[in-house]
C-alpha cells in the first residue's frame, strides 16, 4: 500500500472524508437528525418487508398455483402484480421469493459472519506468522472478485441450496475477518487483557472470556452490513442459472424467469420483484447505516456498499 | 534542474513500487489458483463424465480408467496442480470443455469485447460521476445536489441485471432506440457502426451501475476539499468560484477518486459479468457464465486467475496514480 506523508490525501476507502463532510457541513444542517429518521424508517420498512415476506405466501388461497389460462397477465385487482409465464400469481410468488431470498442471505451471512469472526480473532490475537498467513488468504480473498468465486464454488457443487449458501459464505468473510482483527489488535494493549494473562489465564480463556464478548458488536455490525451483499449475490447466481434450484421461487429466479418475459412486453415480471428486491436492500443499508453512526461514530467500516 | 531530479526520482520510486507489487502479486495468485483448484478437486462433480457425455454407459471400465490415466486425472491433486501451473507458465492454457477450444483461444476472441465493453463502461461512469459530483457539491443542498444524493443512493441497491432487463425495456422495446442484445444484426457484417450502436446500451448501463458510488464519492471529497484552507485562501485572494472550484478545490478531491477507481475492479468484473449475460455480449464474462453451466473448470480457473490480475492491477494503477500526481505521497508500502 501507499503510504501517505500527510497521512490524509487517501482515506480508506473513502470513509475519513465522508466523516470529515458530515461533521463539518452535515451536522449543521441537522446531519445526525436526519440520520435517525432514515434509520428509523429503514427499521418501519424492513419489519413490514419481513412480515408481508412471510405472512403473504401463508395466507394466500393457492400460492404458485400454474393457470395456463392467464398467462402474462398485467397488474390487475385480482393480480396486484400481474401473472408471470406460466399464469402464476406474481404477488405471492414475489413475497415468497422474497422470503427465501432473505432466508438464503441470512444463513449465508451466518455463515461468514462465523467464519470471519473466527478467522479475525485468531490472527489478530496469535500474532506472527499465523497472522501473516491469515491475512494472505485474506488478500487472496479480496482480490477475487466475489461474484466470480461464488460462481466457480457454484458451478462445481452444482444445483443446491447448500452450495449458494457456501458460494456466498465462503466469498464475505473476509472483510468481517479484517474489521474483526483490527479489533482485536485494539484490544490486545488493553489493561484488562494484560491483568488476565499476568493472573495465569490461558490464551483461549482470554480469547472466550475478553476479546470474544468486545468483539461482538464490530461482528454483528458487519454481518447486517453483509446482508444486501449476500441478497446480491444469491439474487445475480439465480438470474443467471446457476443459484438455486428452479422449483425455488427466489427473487433471482423469478428475474431470470422475466428476462424472456421483458422481450415479451411483459415488463410487470421484472418490475414488481425488482421493487421488492431494491426496497429490502436499501432498507437494511440503511439501518446498518443509522446503527453504525449511532453505535461507531468515530470509525467508518470499510464494509460500507 | 532541481524539478528533473525530482522527477527522476519521482520516476524511480514509481518502479520500485510496480516491482514490489508484481513480487507480491506473485503469492496472491498462487493461492488464488490453488485455492481455486483444491475446490474443484473436492467437487463431487467428475470430469470424466463431461469428457463422455452420455458415452459414459456405453464405455468399459478400462477404458474410463484408460482415459483418466491420459488425462491425468488419476493423479494426485498436488500433482494436477503442479502439471496445470506449469503448463500455464509456458503459455499452455488449457482446453476449454465447454466451448471445444483451447482456453487461449477463447480469451483471444472474446477478451478484447470485454475490455471495450469494461473501458466505454468505466469512462462514462467515470465522465458522469466528475459532472454530476463536481455539480451537486458546487450548490450543496440544492435541488441538483438532492436529485443526484437520493438516485445515487437509490441506484446502489439496484442489481445491475435489473437495470439492464429495466434499459431493455424501456430503450430497445419502449422507444426502438437500441437493439436488444448481441454485437451486429442479425446476418449483417461485423462493422465499426454496427459495434457502437450494439456497444452503448451495455456500456450505459455497465456505467450506471458502476456510477453511484463515485458519484457521491465525487461529491464527499469535493465537500470535504472545499472547506479546506487552500480553498478558503483562493477565495480570499478574491478569485472567480469557477477557478476556486474546478482549479482549487476539485484537484484536491480527485487525488482519493482515483484510488476509488482501483478499488472498484471487483465491482466492475462482477457488473460485466452481469451486463454481458443479460446482452449476450461475446465477452470473457459471459464465458464465465457458460463455463460455469458446463462445469468447465479449465476456462473457469483461468478465468477467476484474469479477474485477480484485473483486480492487482487497478490498485497498482490507482497507487502509481497518486505517486505521480500527488507530490505529498510516499512510494513506500
Same mark, same amino acid.
Given at each position: 500500500?501507499?503510504?501517505?506523508?500527510?497521512?490524509?490525501?487517501?482515506?480508506?476507502?473513502?470513509?475519513?472524508?465522508?466523516?470529515?463532510?458530515?461533521?463539518?457541513?452535515?451536522?449543521?444542517?441537522?446531519?445526525t437528525g436526519r440520520a435517525r429518521l432514515r434509520a428509523r424508517a429503514s427499521v418501519v420498512v424492513l419489519v413490514s418487508l419481513v412480515l408481508a415476506a412471510v405472512l403473504v405466501p401463508m395466507l394466500s388461497p393457492a400460492p404458485g398455483?400454474?393457470?395456463?389460462?392467464?398467462?402474462?397477465?398485467?397488474?390487475?385487482?385480482?393480480?396486484?402484480?400481474?401473472?408471470?409465464?406460466?399464469?402464476?400469481?406474481?404477488?405471492?410468488?414475489s413475497w415468497a421469493g422474497l422470503r427465501i431470498s432473505l432466508l438464503v442471505a441470512a444463513v449465508s451471512t451466518l455463515v461468514s459472519t462465523v467464519l470471519g469472526s473466527a478467522v479475525g480473532a485468531v490472527a489478530g490475537s496469535f500474532g506472527g506468522w499465523v497472522d501473516r498467513l491469515l491475512m494472505r488468504v485474506v488478500d487472496a480473498i479480496n482480490s477475487v472478485p466475489h461474484l466470480l468465486l461464488g460462481i466457480v464454488i457454484v458451478a462445481l457443487y452444482r444445483g443446491t441450496v447448500l452450495a $449458494? &449458501?457456501? /458460494?456466498?459464505? !465462503?466469498?464475505?468473510?473476509?472483510?468481517?475477518?479484517? $474489521? &474483526?482483527? /483490527?479489533?482485536? !489488535?485494539?484490544?490486545?494493549n488493553r489493561?484488562?487483557?494484560?491483568?488476565?494473562?499476568?493472573?495465569?489465564?490461558g490464551r483461549w480463556w482470554v480469547l472466550r472470556k475478553h476479546v470474544l464478548p468486545a468483539i461482538v458488536p464490530q461482528a454483528v455490525l458487519s454481518a447486517v452490513l453483509l446482508v444486501p451483499h449476500a441478497v446480491f449475490h444469491e439474487t445475480a447466481l439465480s438470474f443467471l442459472g446457476l443459484g438455486l434450484p428452479p422449483h425455488l421461487a427466489s427473487i433471482g429466479n423469478i428475474l431470470g424467469d422475466g428476462r424472456a418475459a421483458v422481450l415479451l412486453g411483459a415488463w410487470w415480471i421484472v418490475v414488481f420483484p425488482a421493487l421488492l428486491l431494491v426496497a429490502t436492500t436499501l432498507a437494511v443499508s440503511g439501518l446498518a447505516a443509522g446503527w453504525r453512526d449511532r453505535a461507531v461514530p468515530t470509525r467508518r467500516s470499510e464494509l460500507s456498499l | 534542474m532541481r524539478s528533473e531530479g525530482r522527477l527522476g526520482r519521482r520516476g524511480e520510486a514509481v518502479l520500485w513500487l510496480v516491482l514490489r507489487r508484481l513480487v507480491m502479486a506473485v503469492p496472491v495468485l498462487l493461492l488464488v489458483s490453488f485455492g481455486v483448484f483444491l475446490l474443484a478437486a473436492a467437487s463431487p462433480f467428475d470430469p470424466i463424465h463431461q469428457y463422455y457425455g452420455v458415452q459414459i454407459f456405453n464405455a468399459s471400465t478400462a477404458d474410463v480408467a484408460r482415459v483418466r490415466a491420459e488425462l491425468g486425472l488419476d493423479q494426485p491433486v498436488l500433482l494436477r496442480f503442479w502439471d496445470w501451473l506449469s503448463g500455464l507458465v509456458t503459455g499452455d492454457l488449457g482446453v476449454s470443455r465447454s466451448m471445444r477450444q483451447p482456453v487461449a483461444e477463447v480469451l483471444a476472441e472474446r477478451l478484447p469485447w470485454t475490455l471495450l465493453l469494461a473501458a466505454s463502461g468505466l469512462g462514462f461512469a467515470v465522465v458522469l460521476s466528475l459532472v454530476a459530483g463536481t455539480l451537486a457539491a458546487w450548490r450543496q443542498g440544492g435541488w441538483f445536489d438532492r436529485t443526484v444524493t437520493a438516485l445515487g443512493h437509490a441506484l446502489e441497491g439496484i442489481p445491475p441485471f435489473v437495470l439492464a432487463l429495466l434499459a431493455i425495456a424501456l430503450f430497445s422495446l419502449g422507444l426502438g432506440w437500441l437493439p436488444v442484445a448481441g454485437l451486429t444484426d442479425a446476418g449483417s457484417r461485423l462493422g465499426a457502426g454496427q459495434v457502437v450502436e450494439h456497444l452503448l446500451l451495455p456500456a450505459a448501463v455497465l456505467g450506471v451501475s458502476q456510477a453511484p458510488w463515485l458519484v457521491l464519492h465525487v461529491r464527499q471529497s469535493l465537500l470535504a476539499a472545499l472547506t479546506e484552507d487552500h480553498v478558503t485562501g483562493a477565495r480570499a485572494r478574491g478569485l472567480r468560484e469557477r477557478v476556486v472550484v474546478l482549479r482549487h478545490a476539485l484537484p484536491t478531491a480527485l487525488l482519493p477518486f482515483v484510488a476509488v477507481l482501483g478499488a472498484r475492479v471487483p465491482e466492475l468484473v462482477t457488473g460485466a459479468v452481469l451486463v454481458e449475460a443479460v446482452f449476450s455480449w461475446p465477452g470473457v464474462a459471459s464465458a464465465v457464465v457458460t463455463a460455469a453451466q458446463a462445469a468447465d473448470y479449465p476456462l473457469l480457473a483461468v478465468l477467476t486467475l484474469l479477474a485477480t490480475a484485473a483486480v492487482l492491477l487497478g490498485s497498482l494503477l490507482a497507487d502509481v496514480a497518486a505517486v505521480l500526481l500527488d507530490p505529498r505521497v510516499s512510494a513506500d508500502g
Open positions: 500500500m501507499v503510504e501517505l506523508d500527510s497521512g490524509r490525501a487517501r482515506p480508506p476507502g473513502g470513509g475519513e472524508w465522508r466523516s470529515a463532510a458530515r461533521t463539518r457541513a452535515g451536522t449543521a444542517r441537522g446531519g398455483l400454474v393457470d395456463y389460462t392467464s398467462v402474462r397477465m398485467p397488474p390487475e385487482p385480482g393480480h396486484p402484480f400481474g401473472t408471470d409465464t406460466s399464469g402464476r400469481d406474481l404477488f405471492v410468488r $449458494v &449458501v457456501l /458460494s456466498i459464505g !465462503l466469498t464475505h468473510w473476509a472483510t468481517v475477518a479484517r $474489521v &474483526v482483527r /483490527s479489533e482485536v !489488535l485494539g484490544l490486545r489493561p484488562y487483557i494484560d491483568a488476565a494473562i499476568s493472573a495465569g489465564a | -
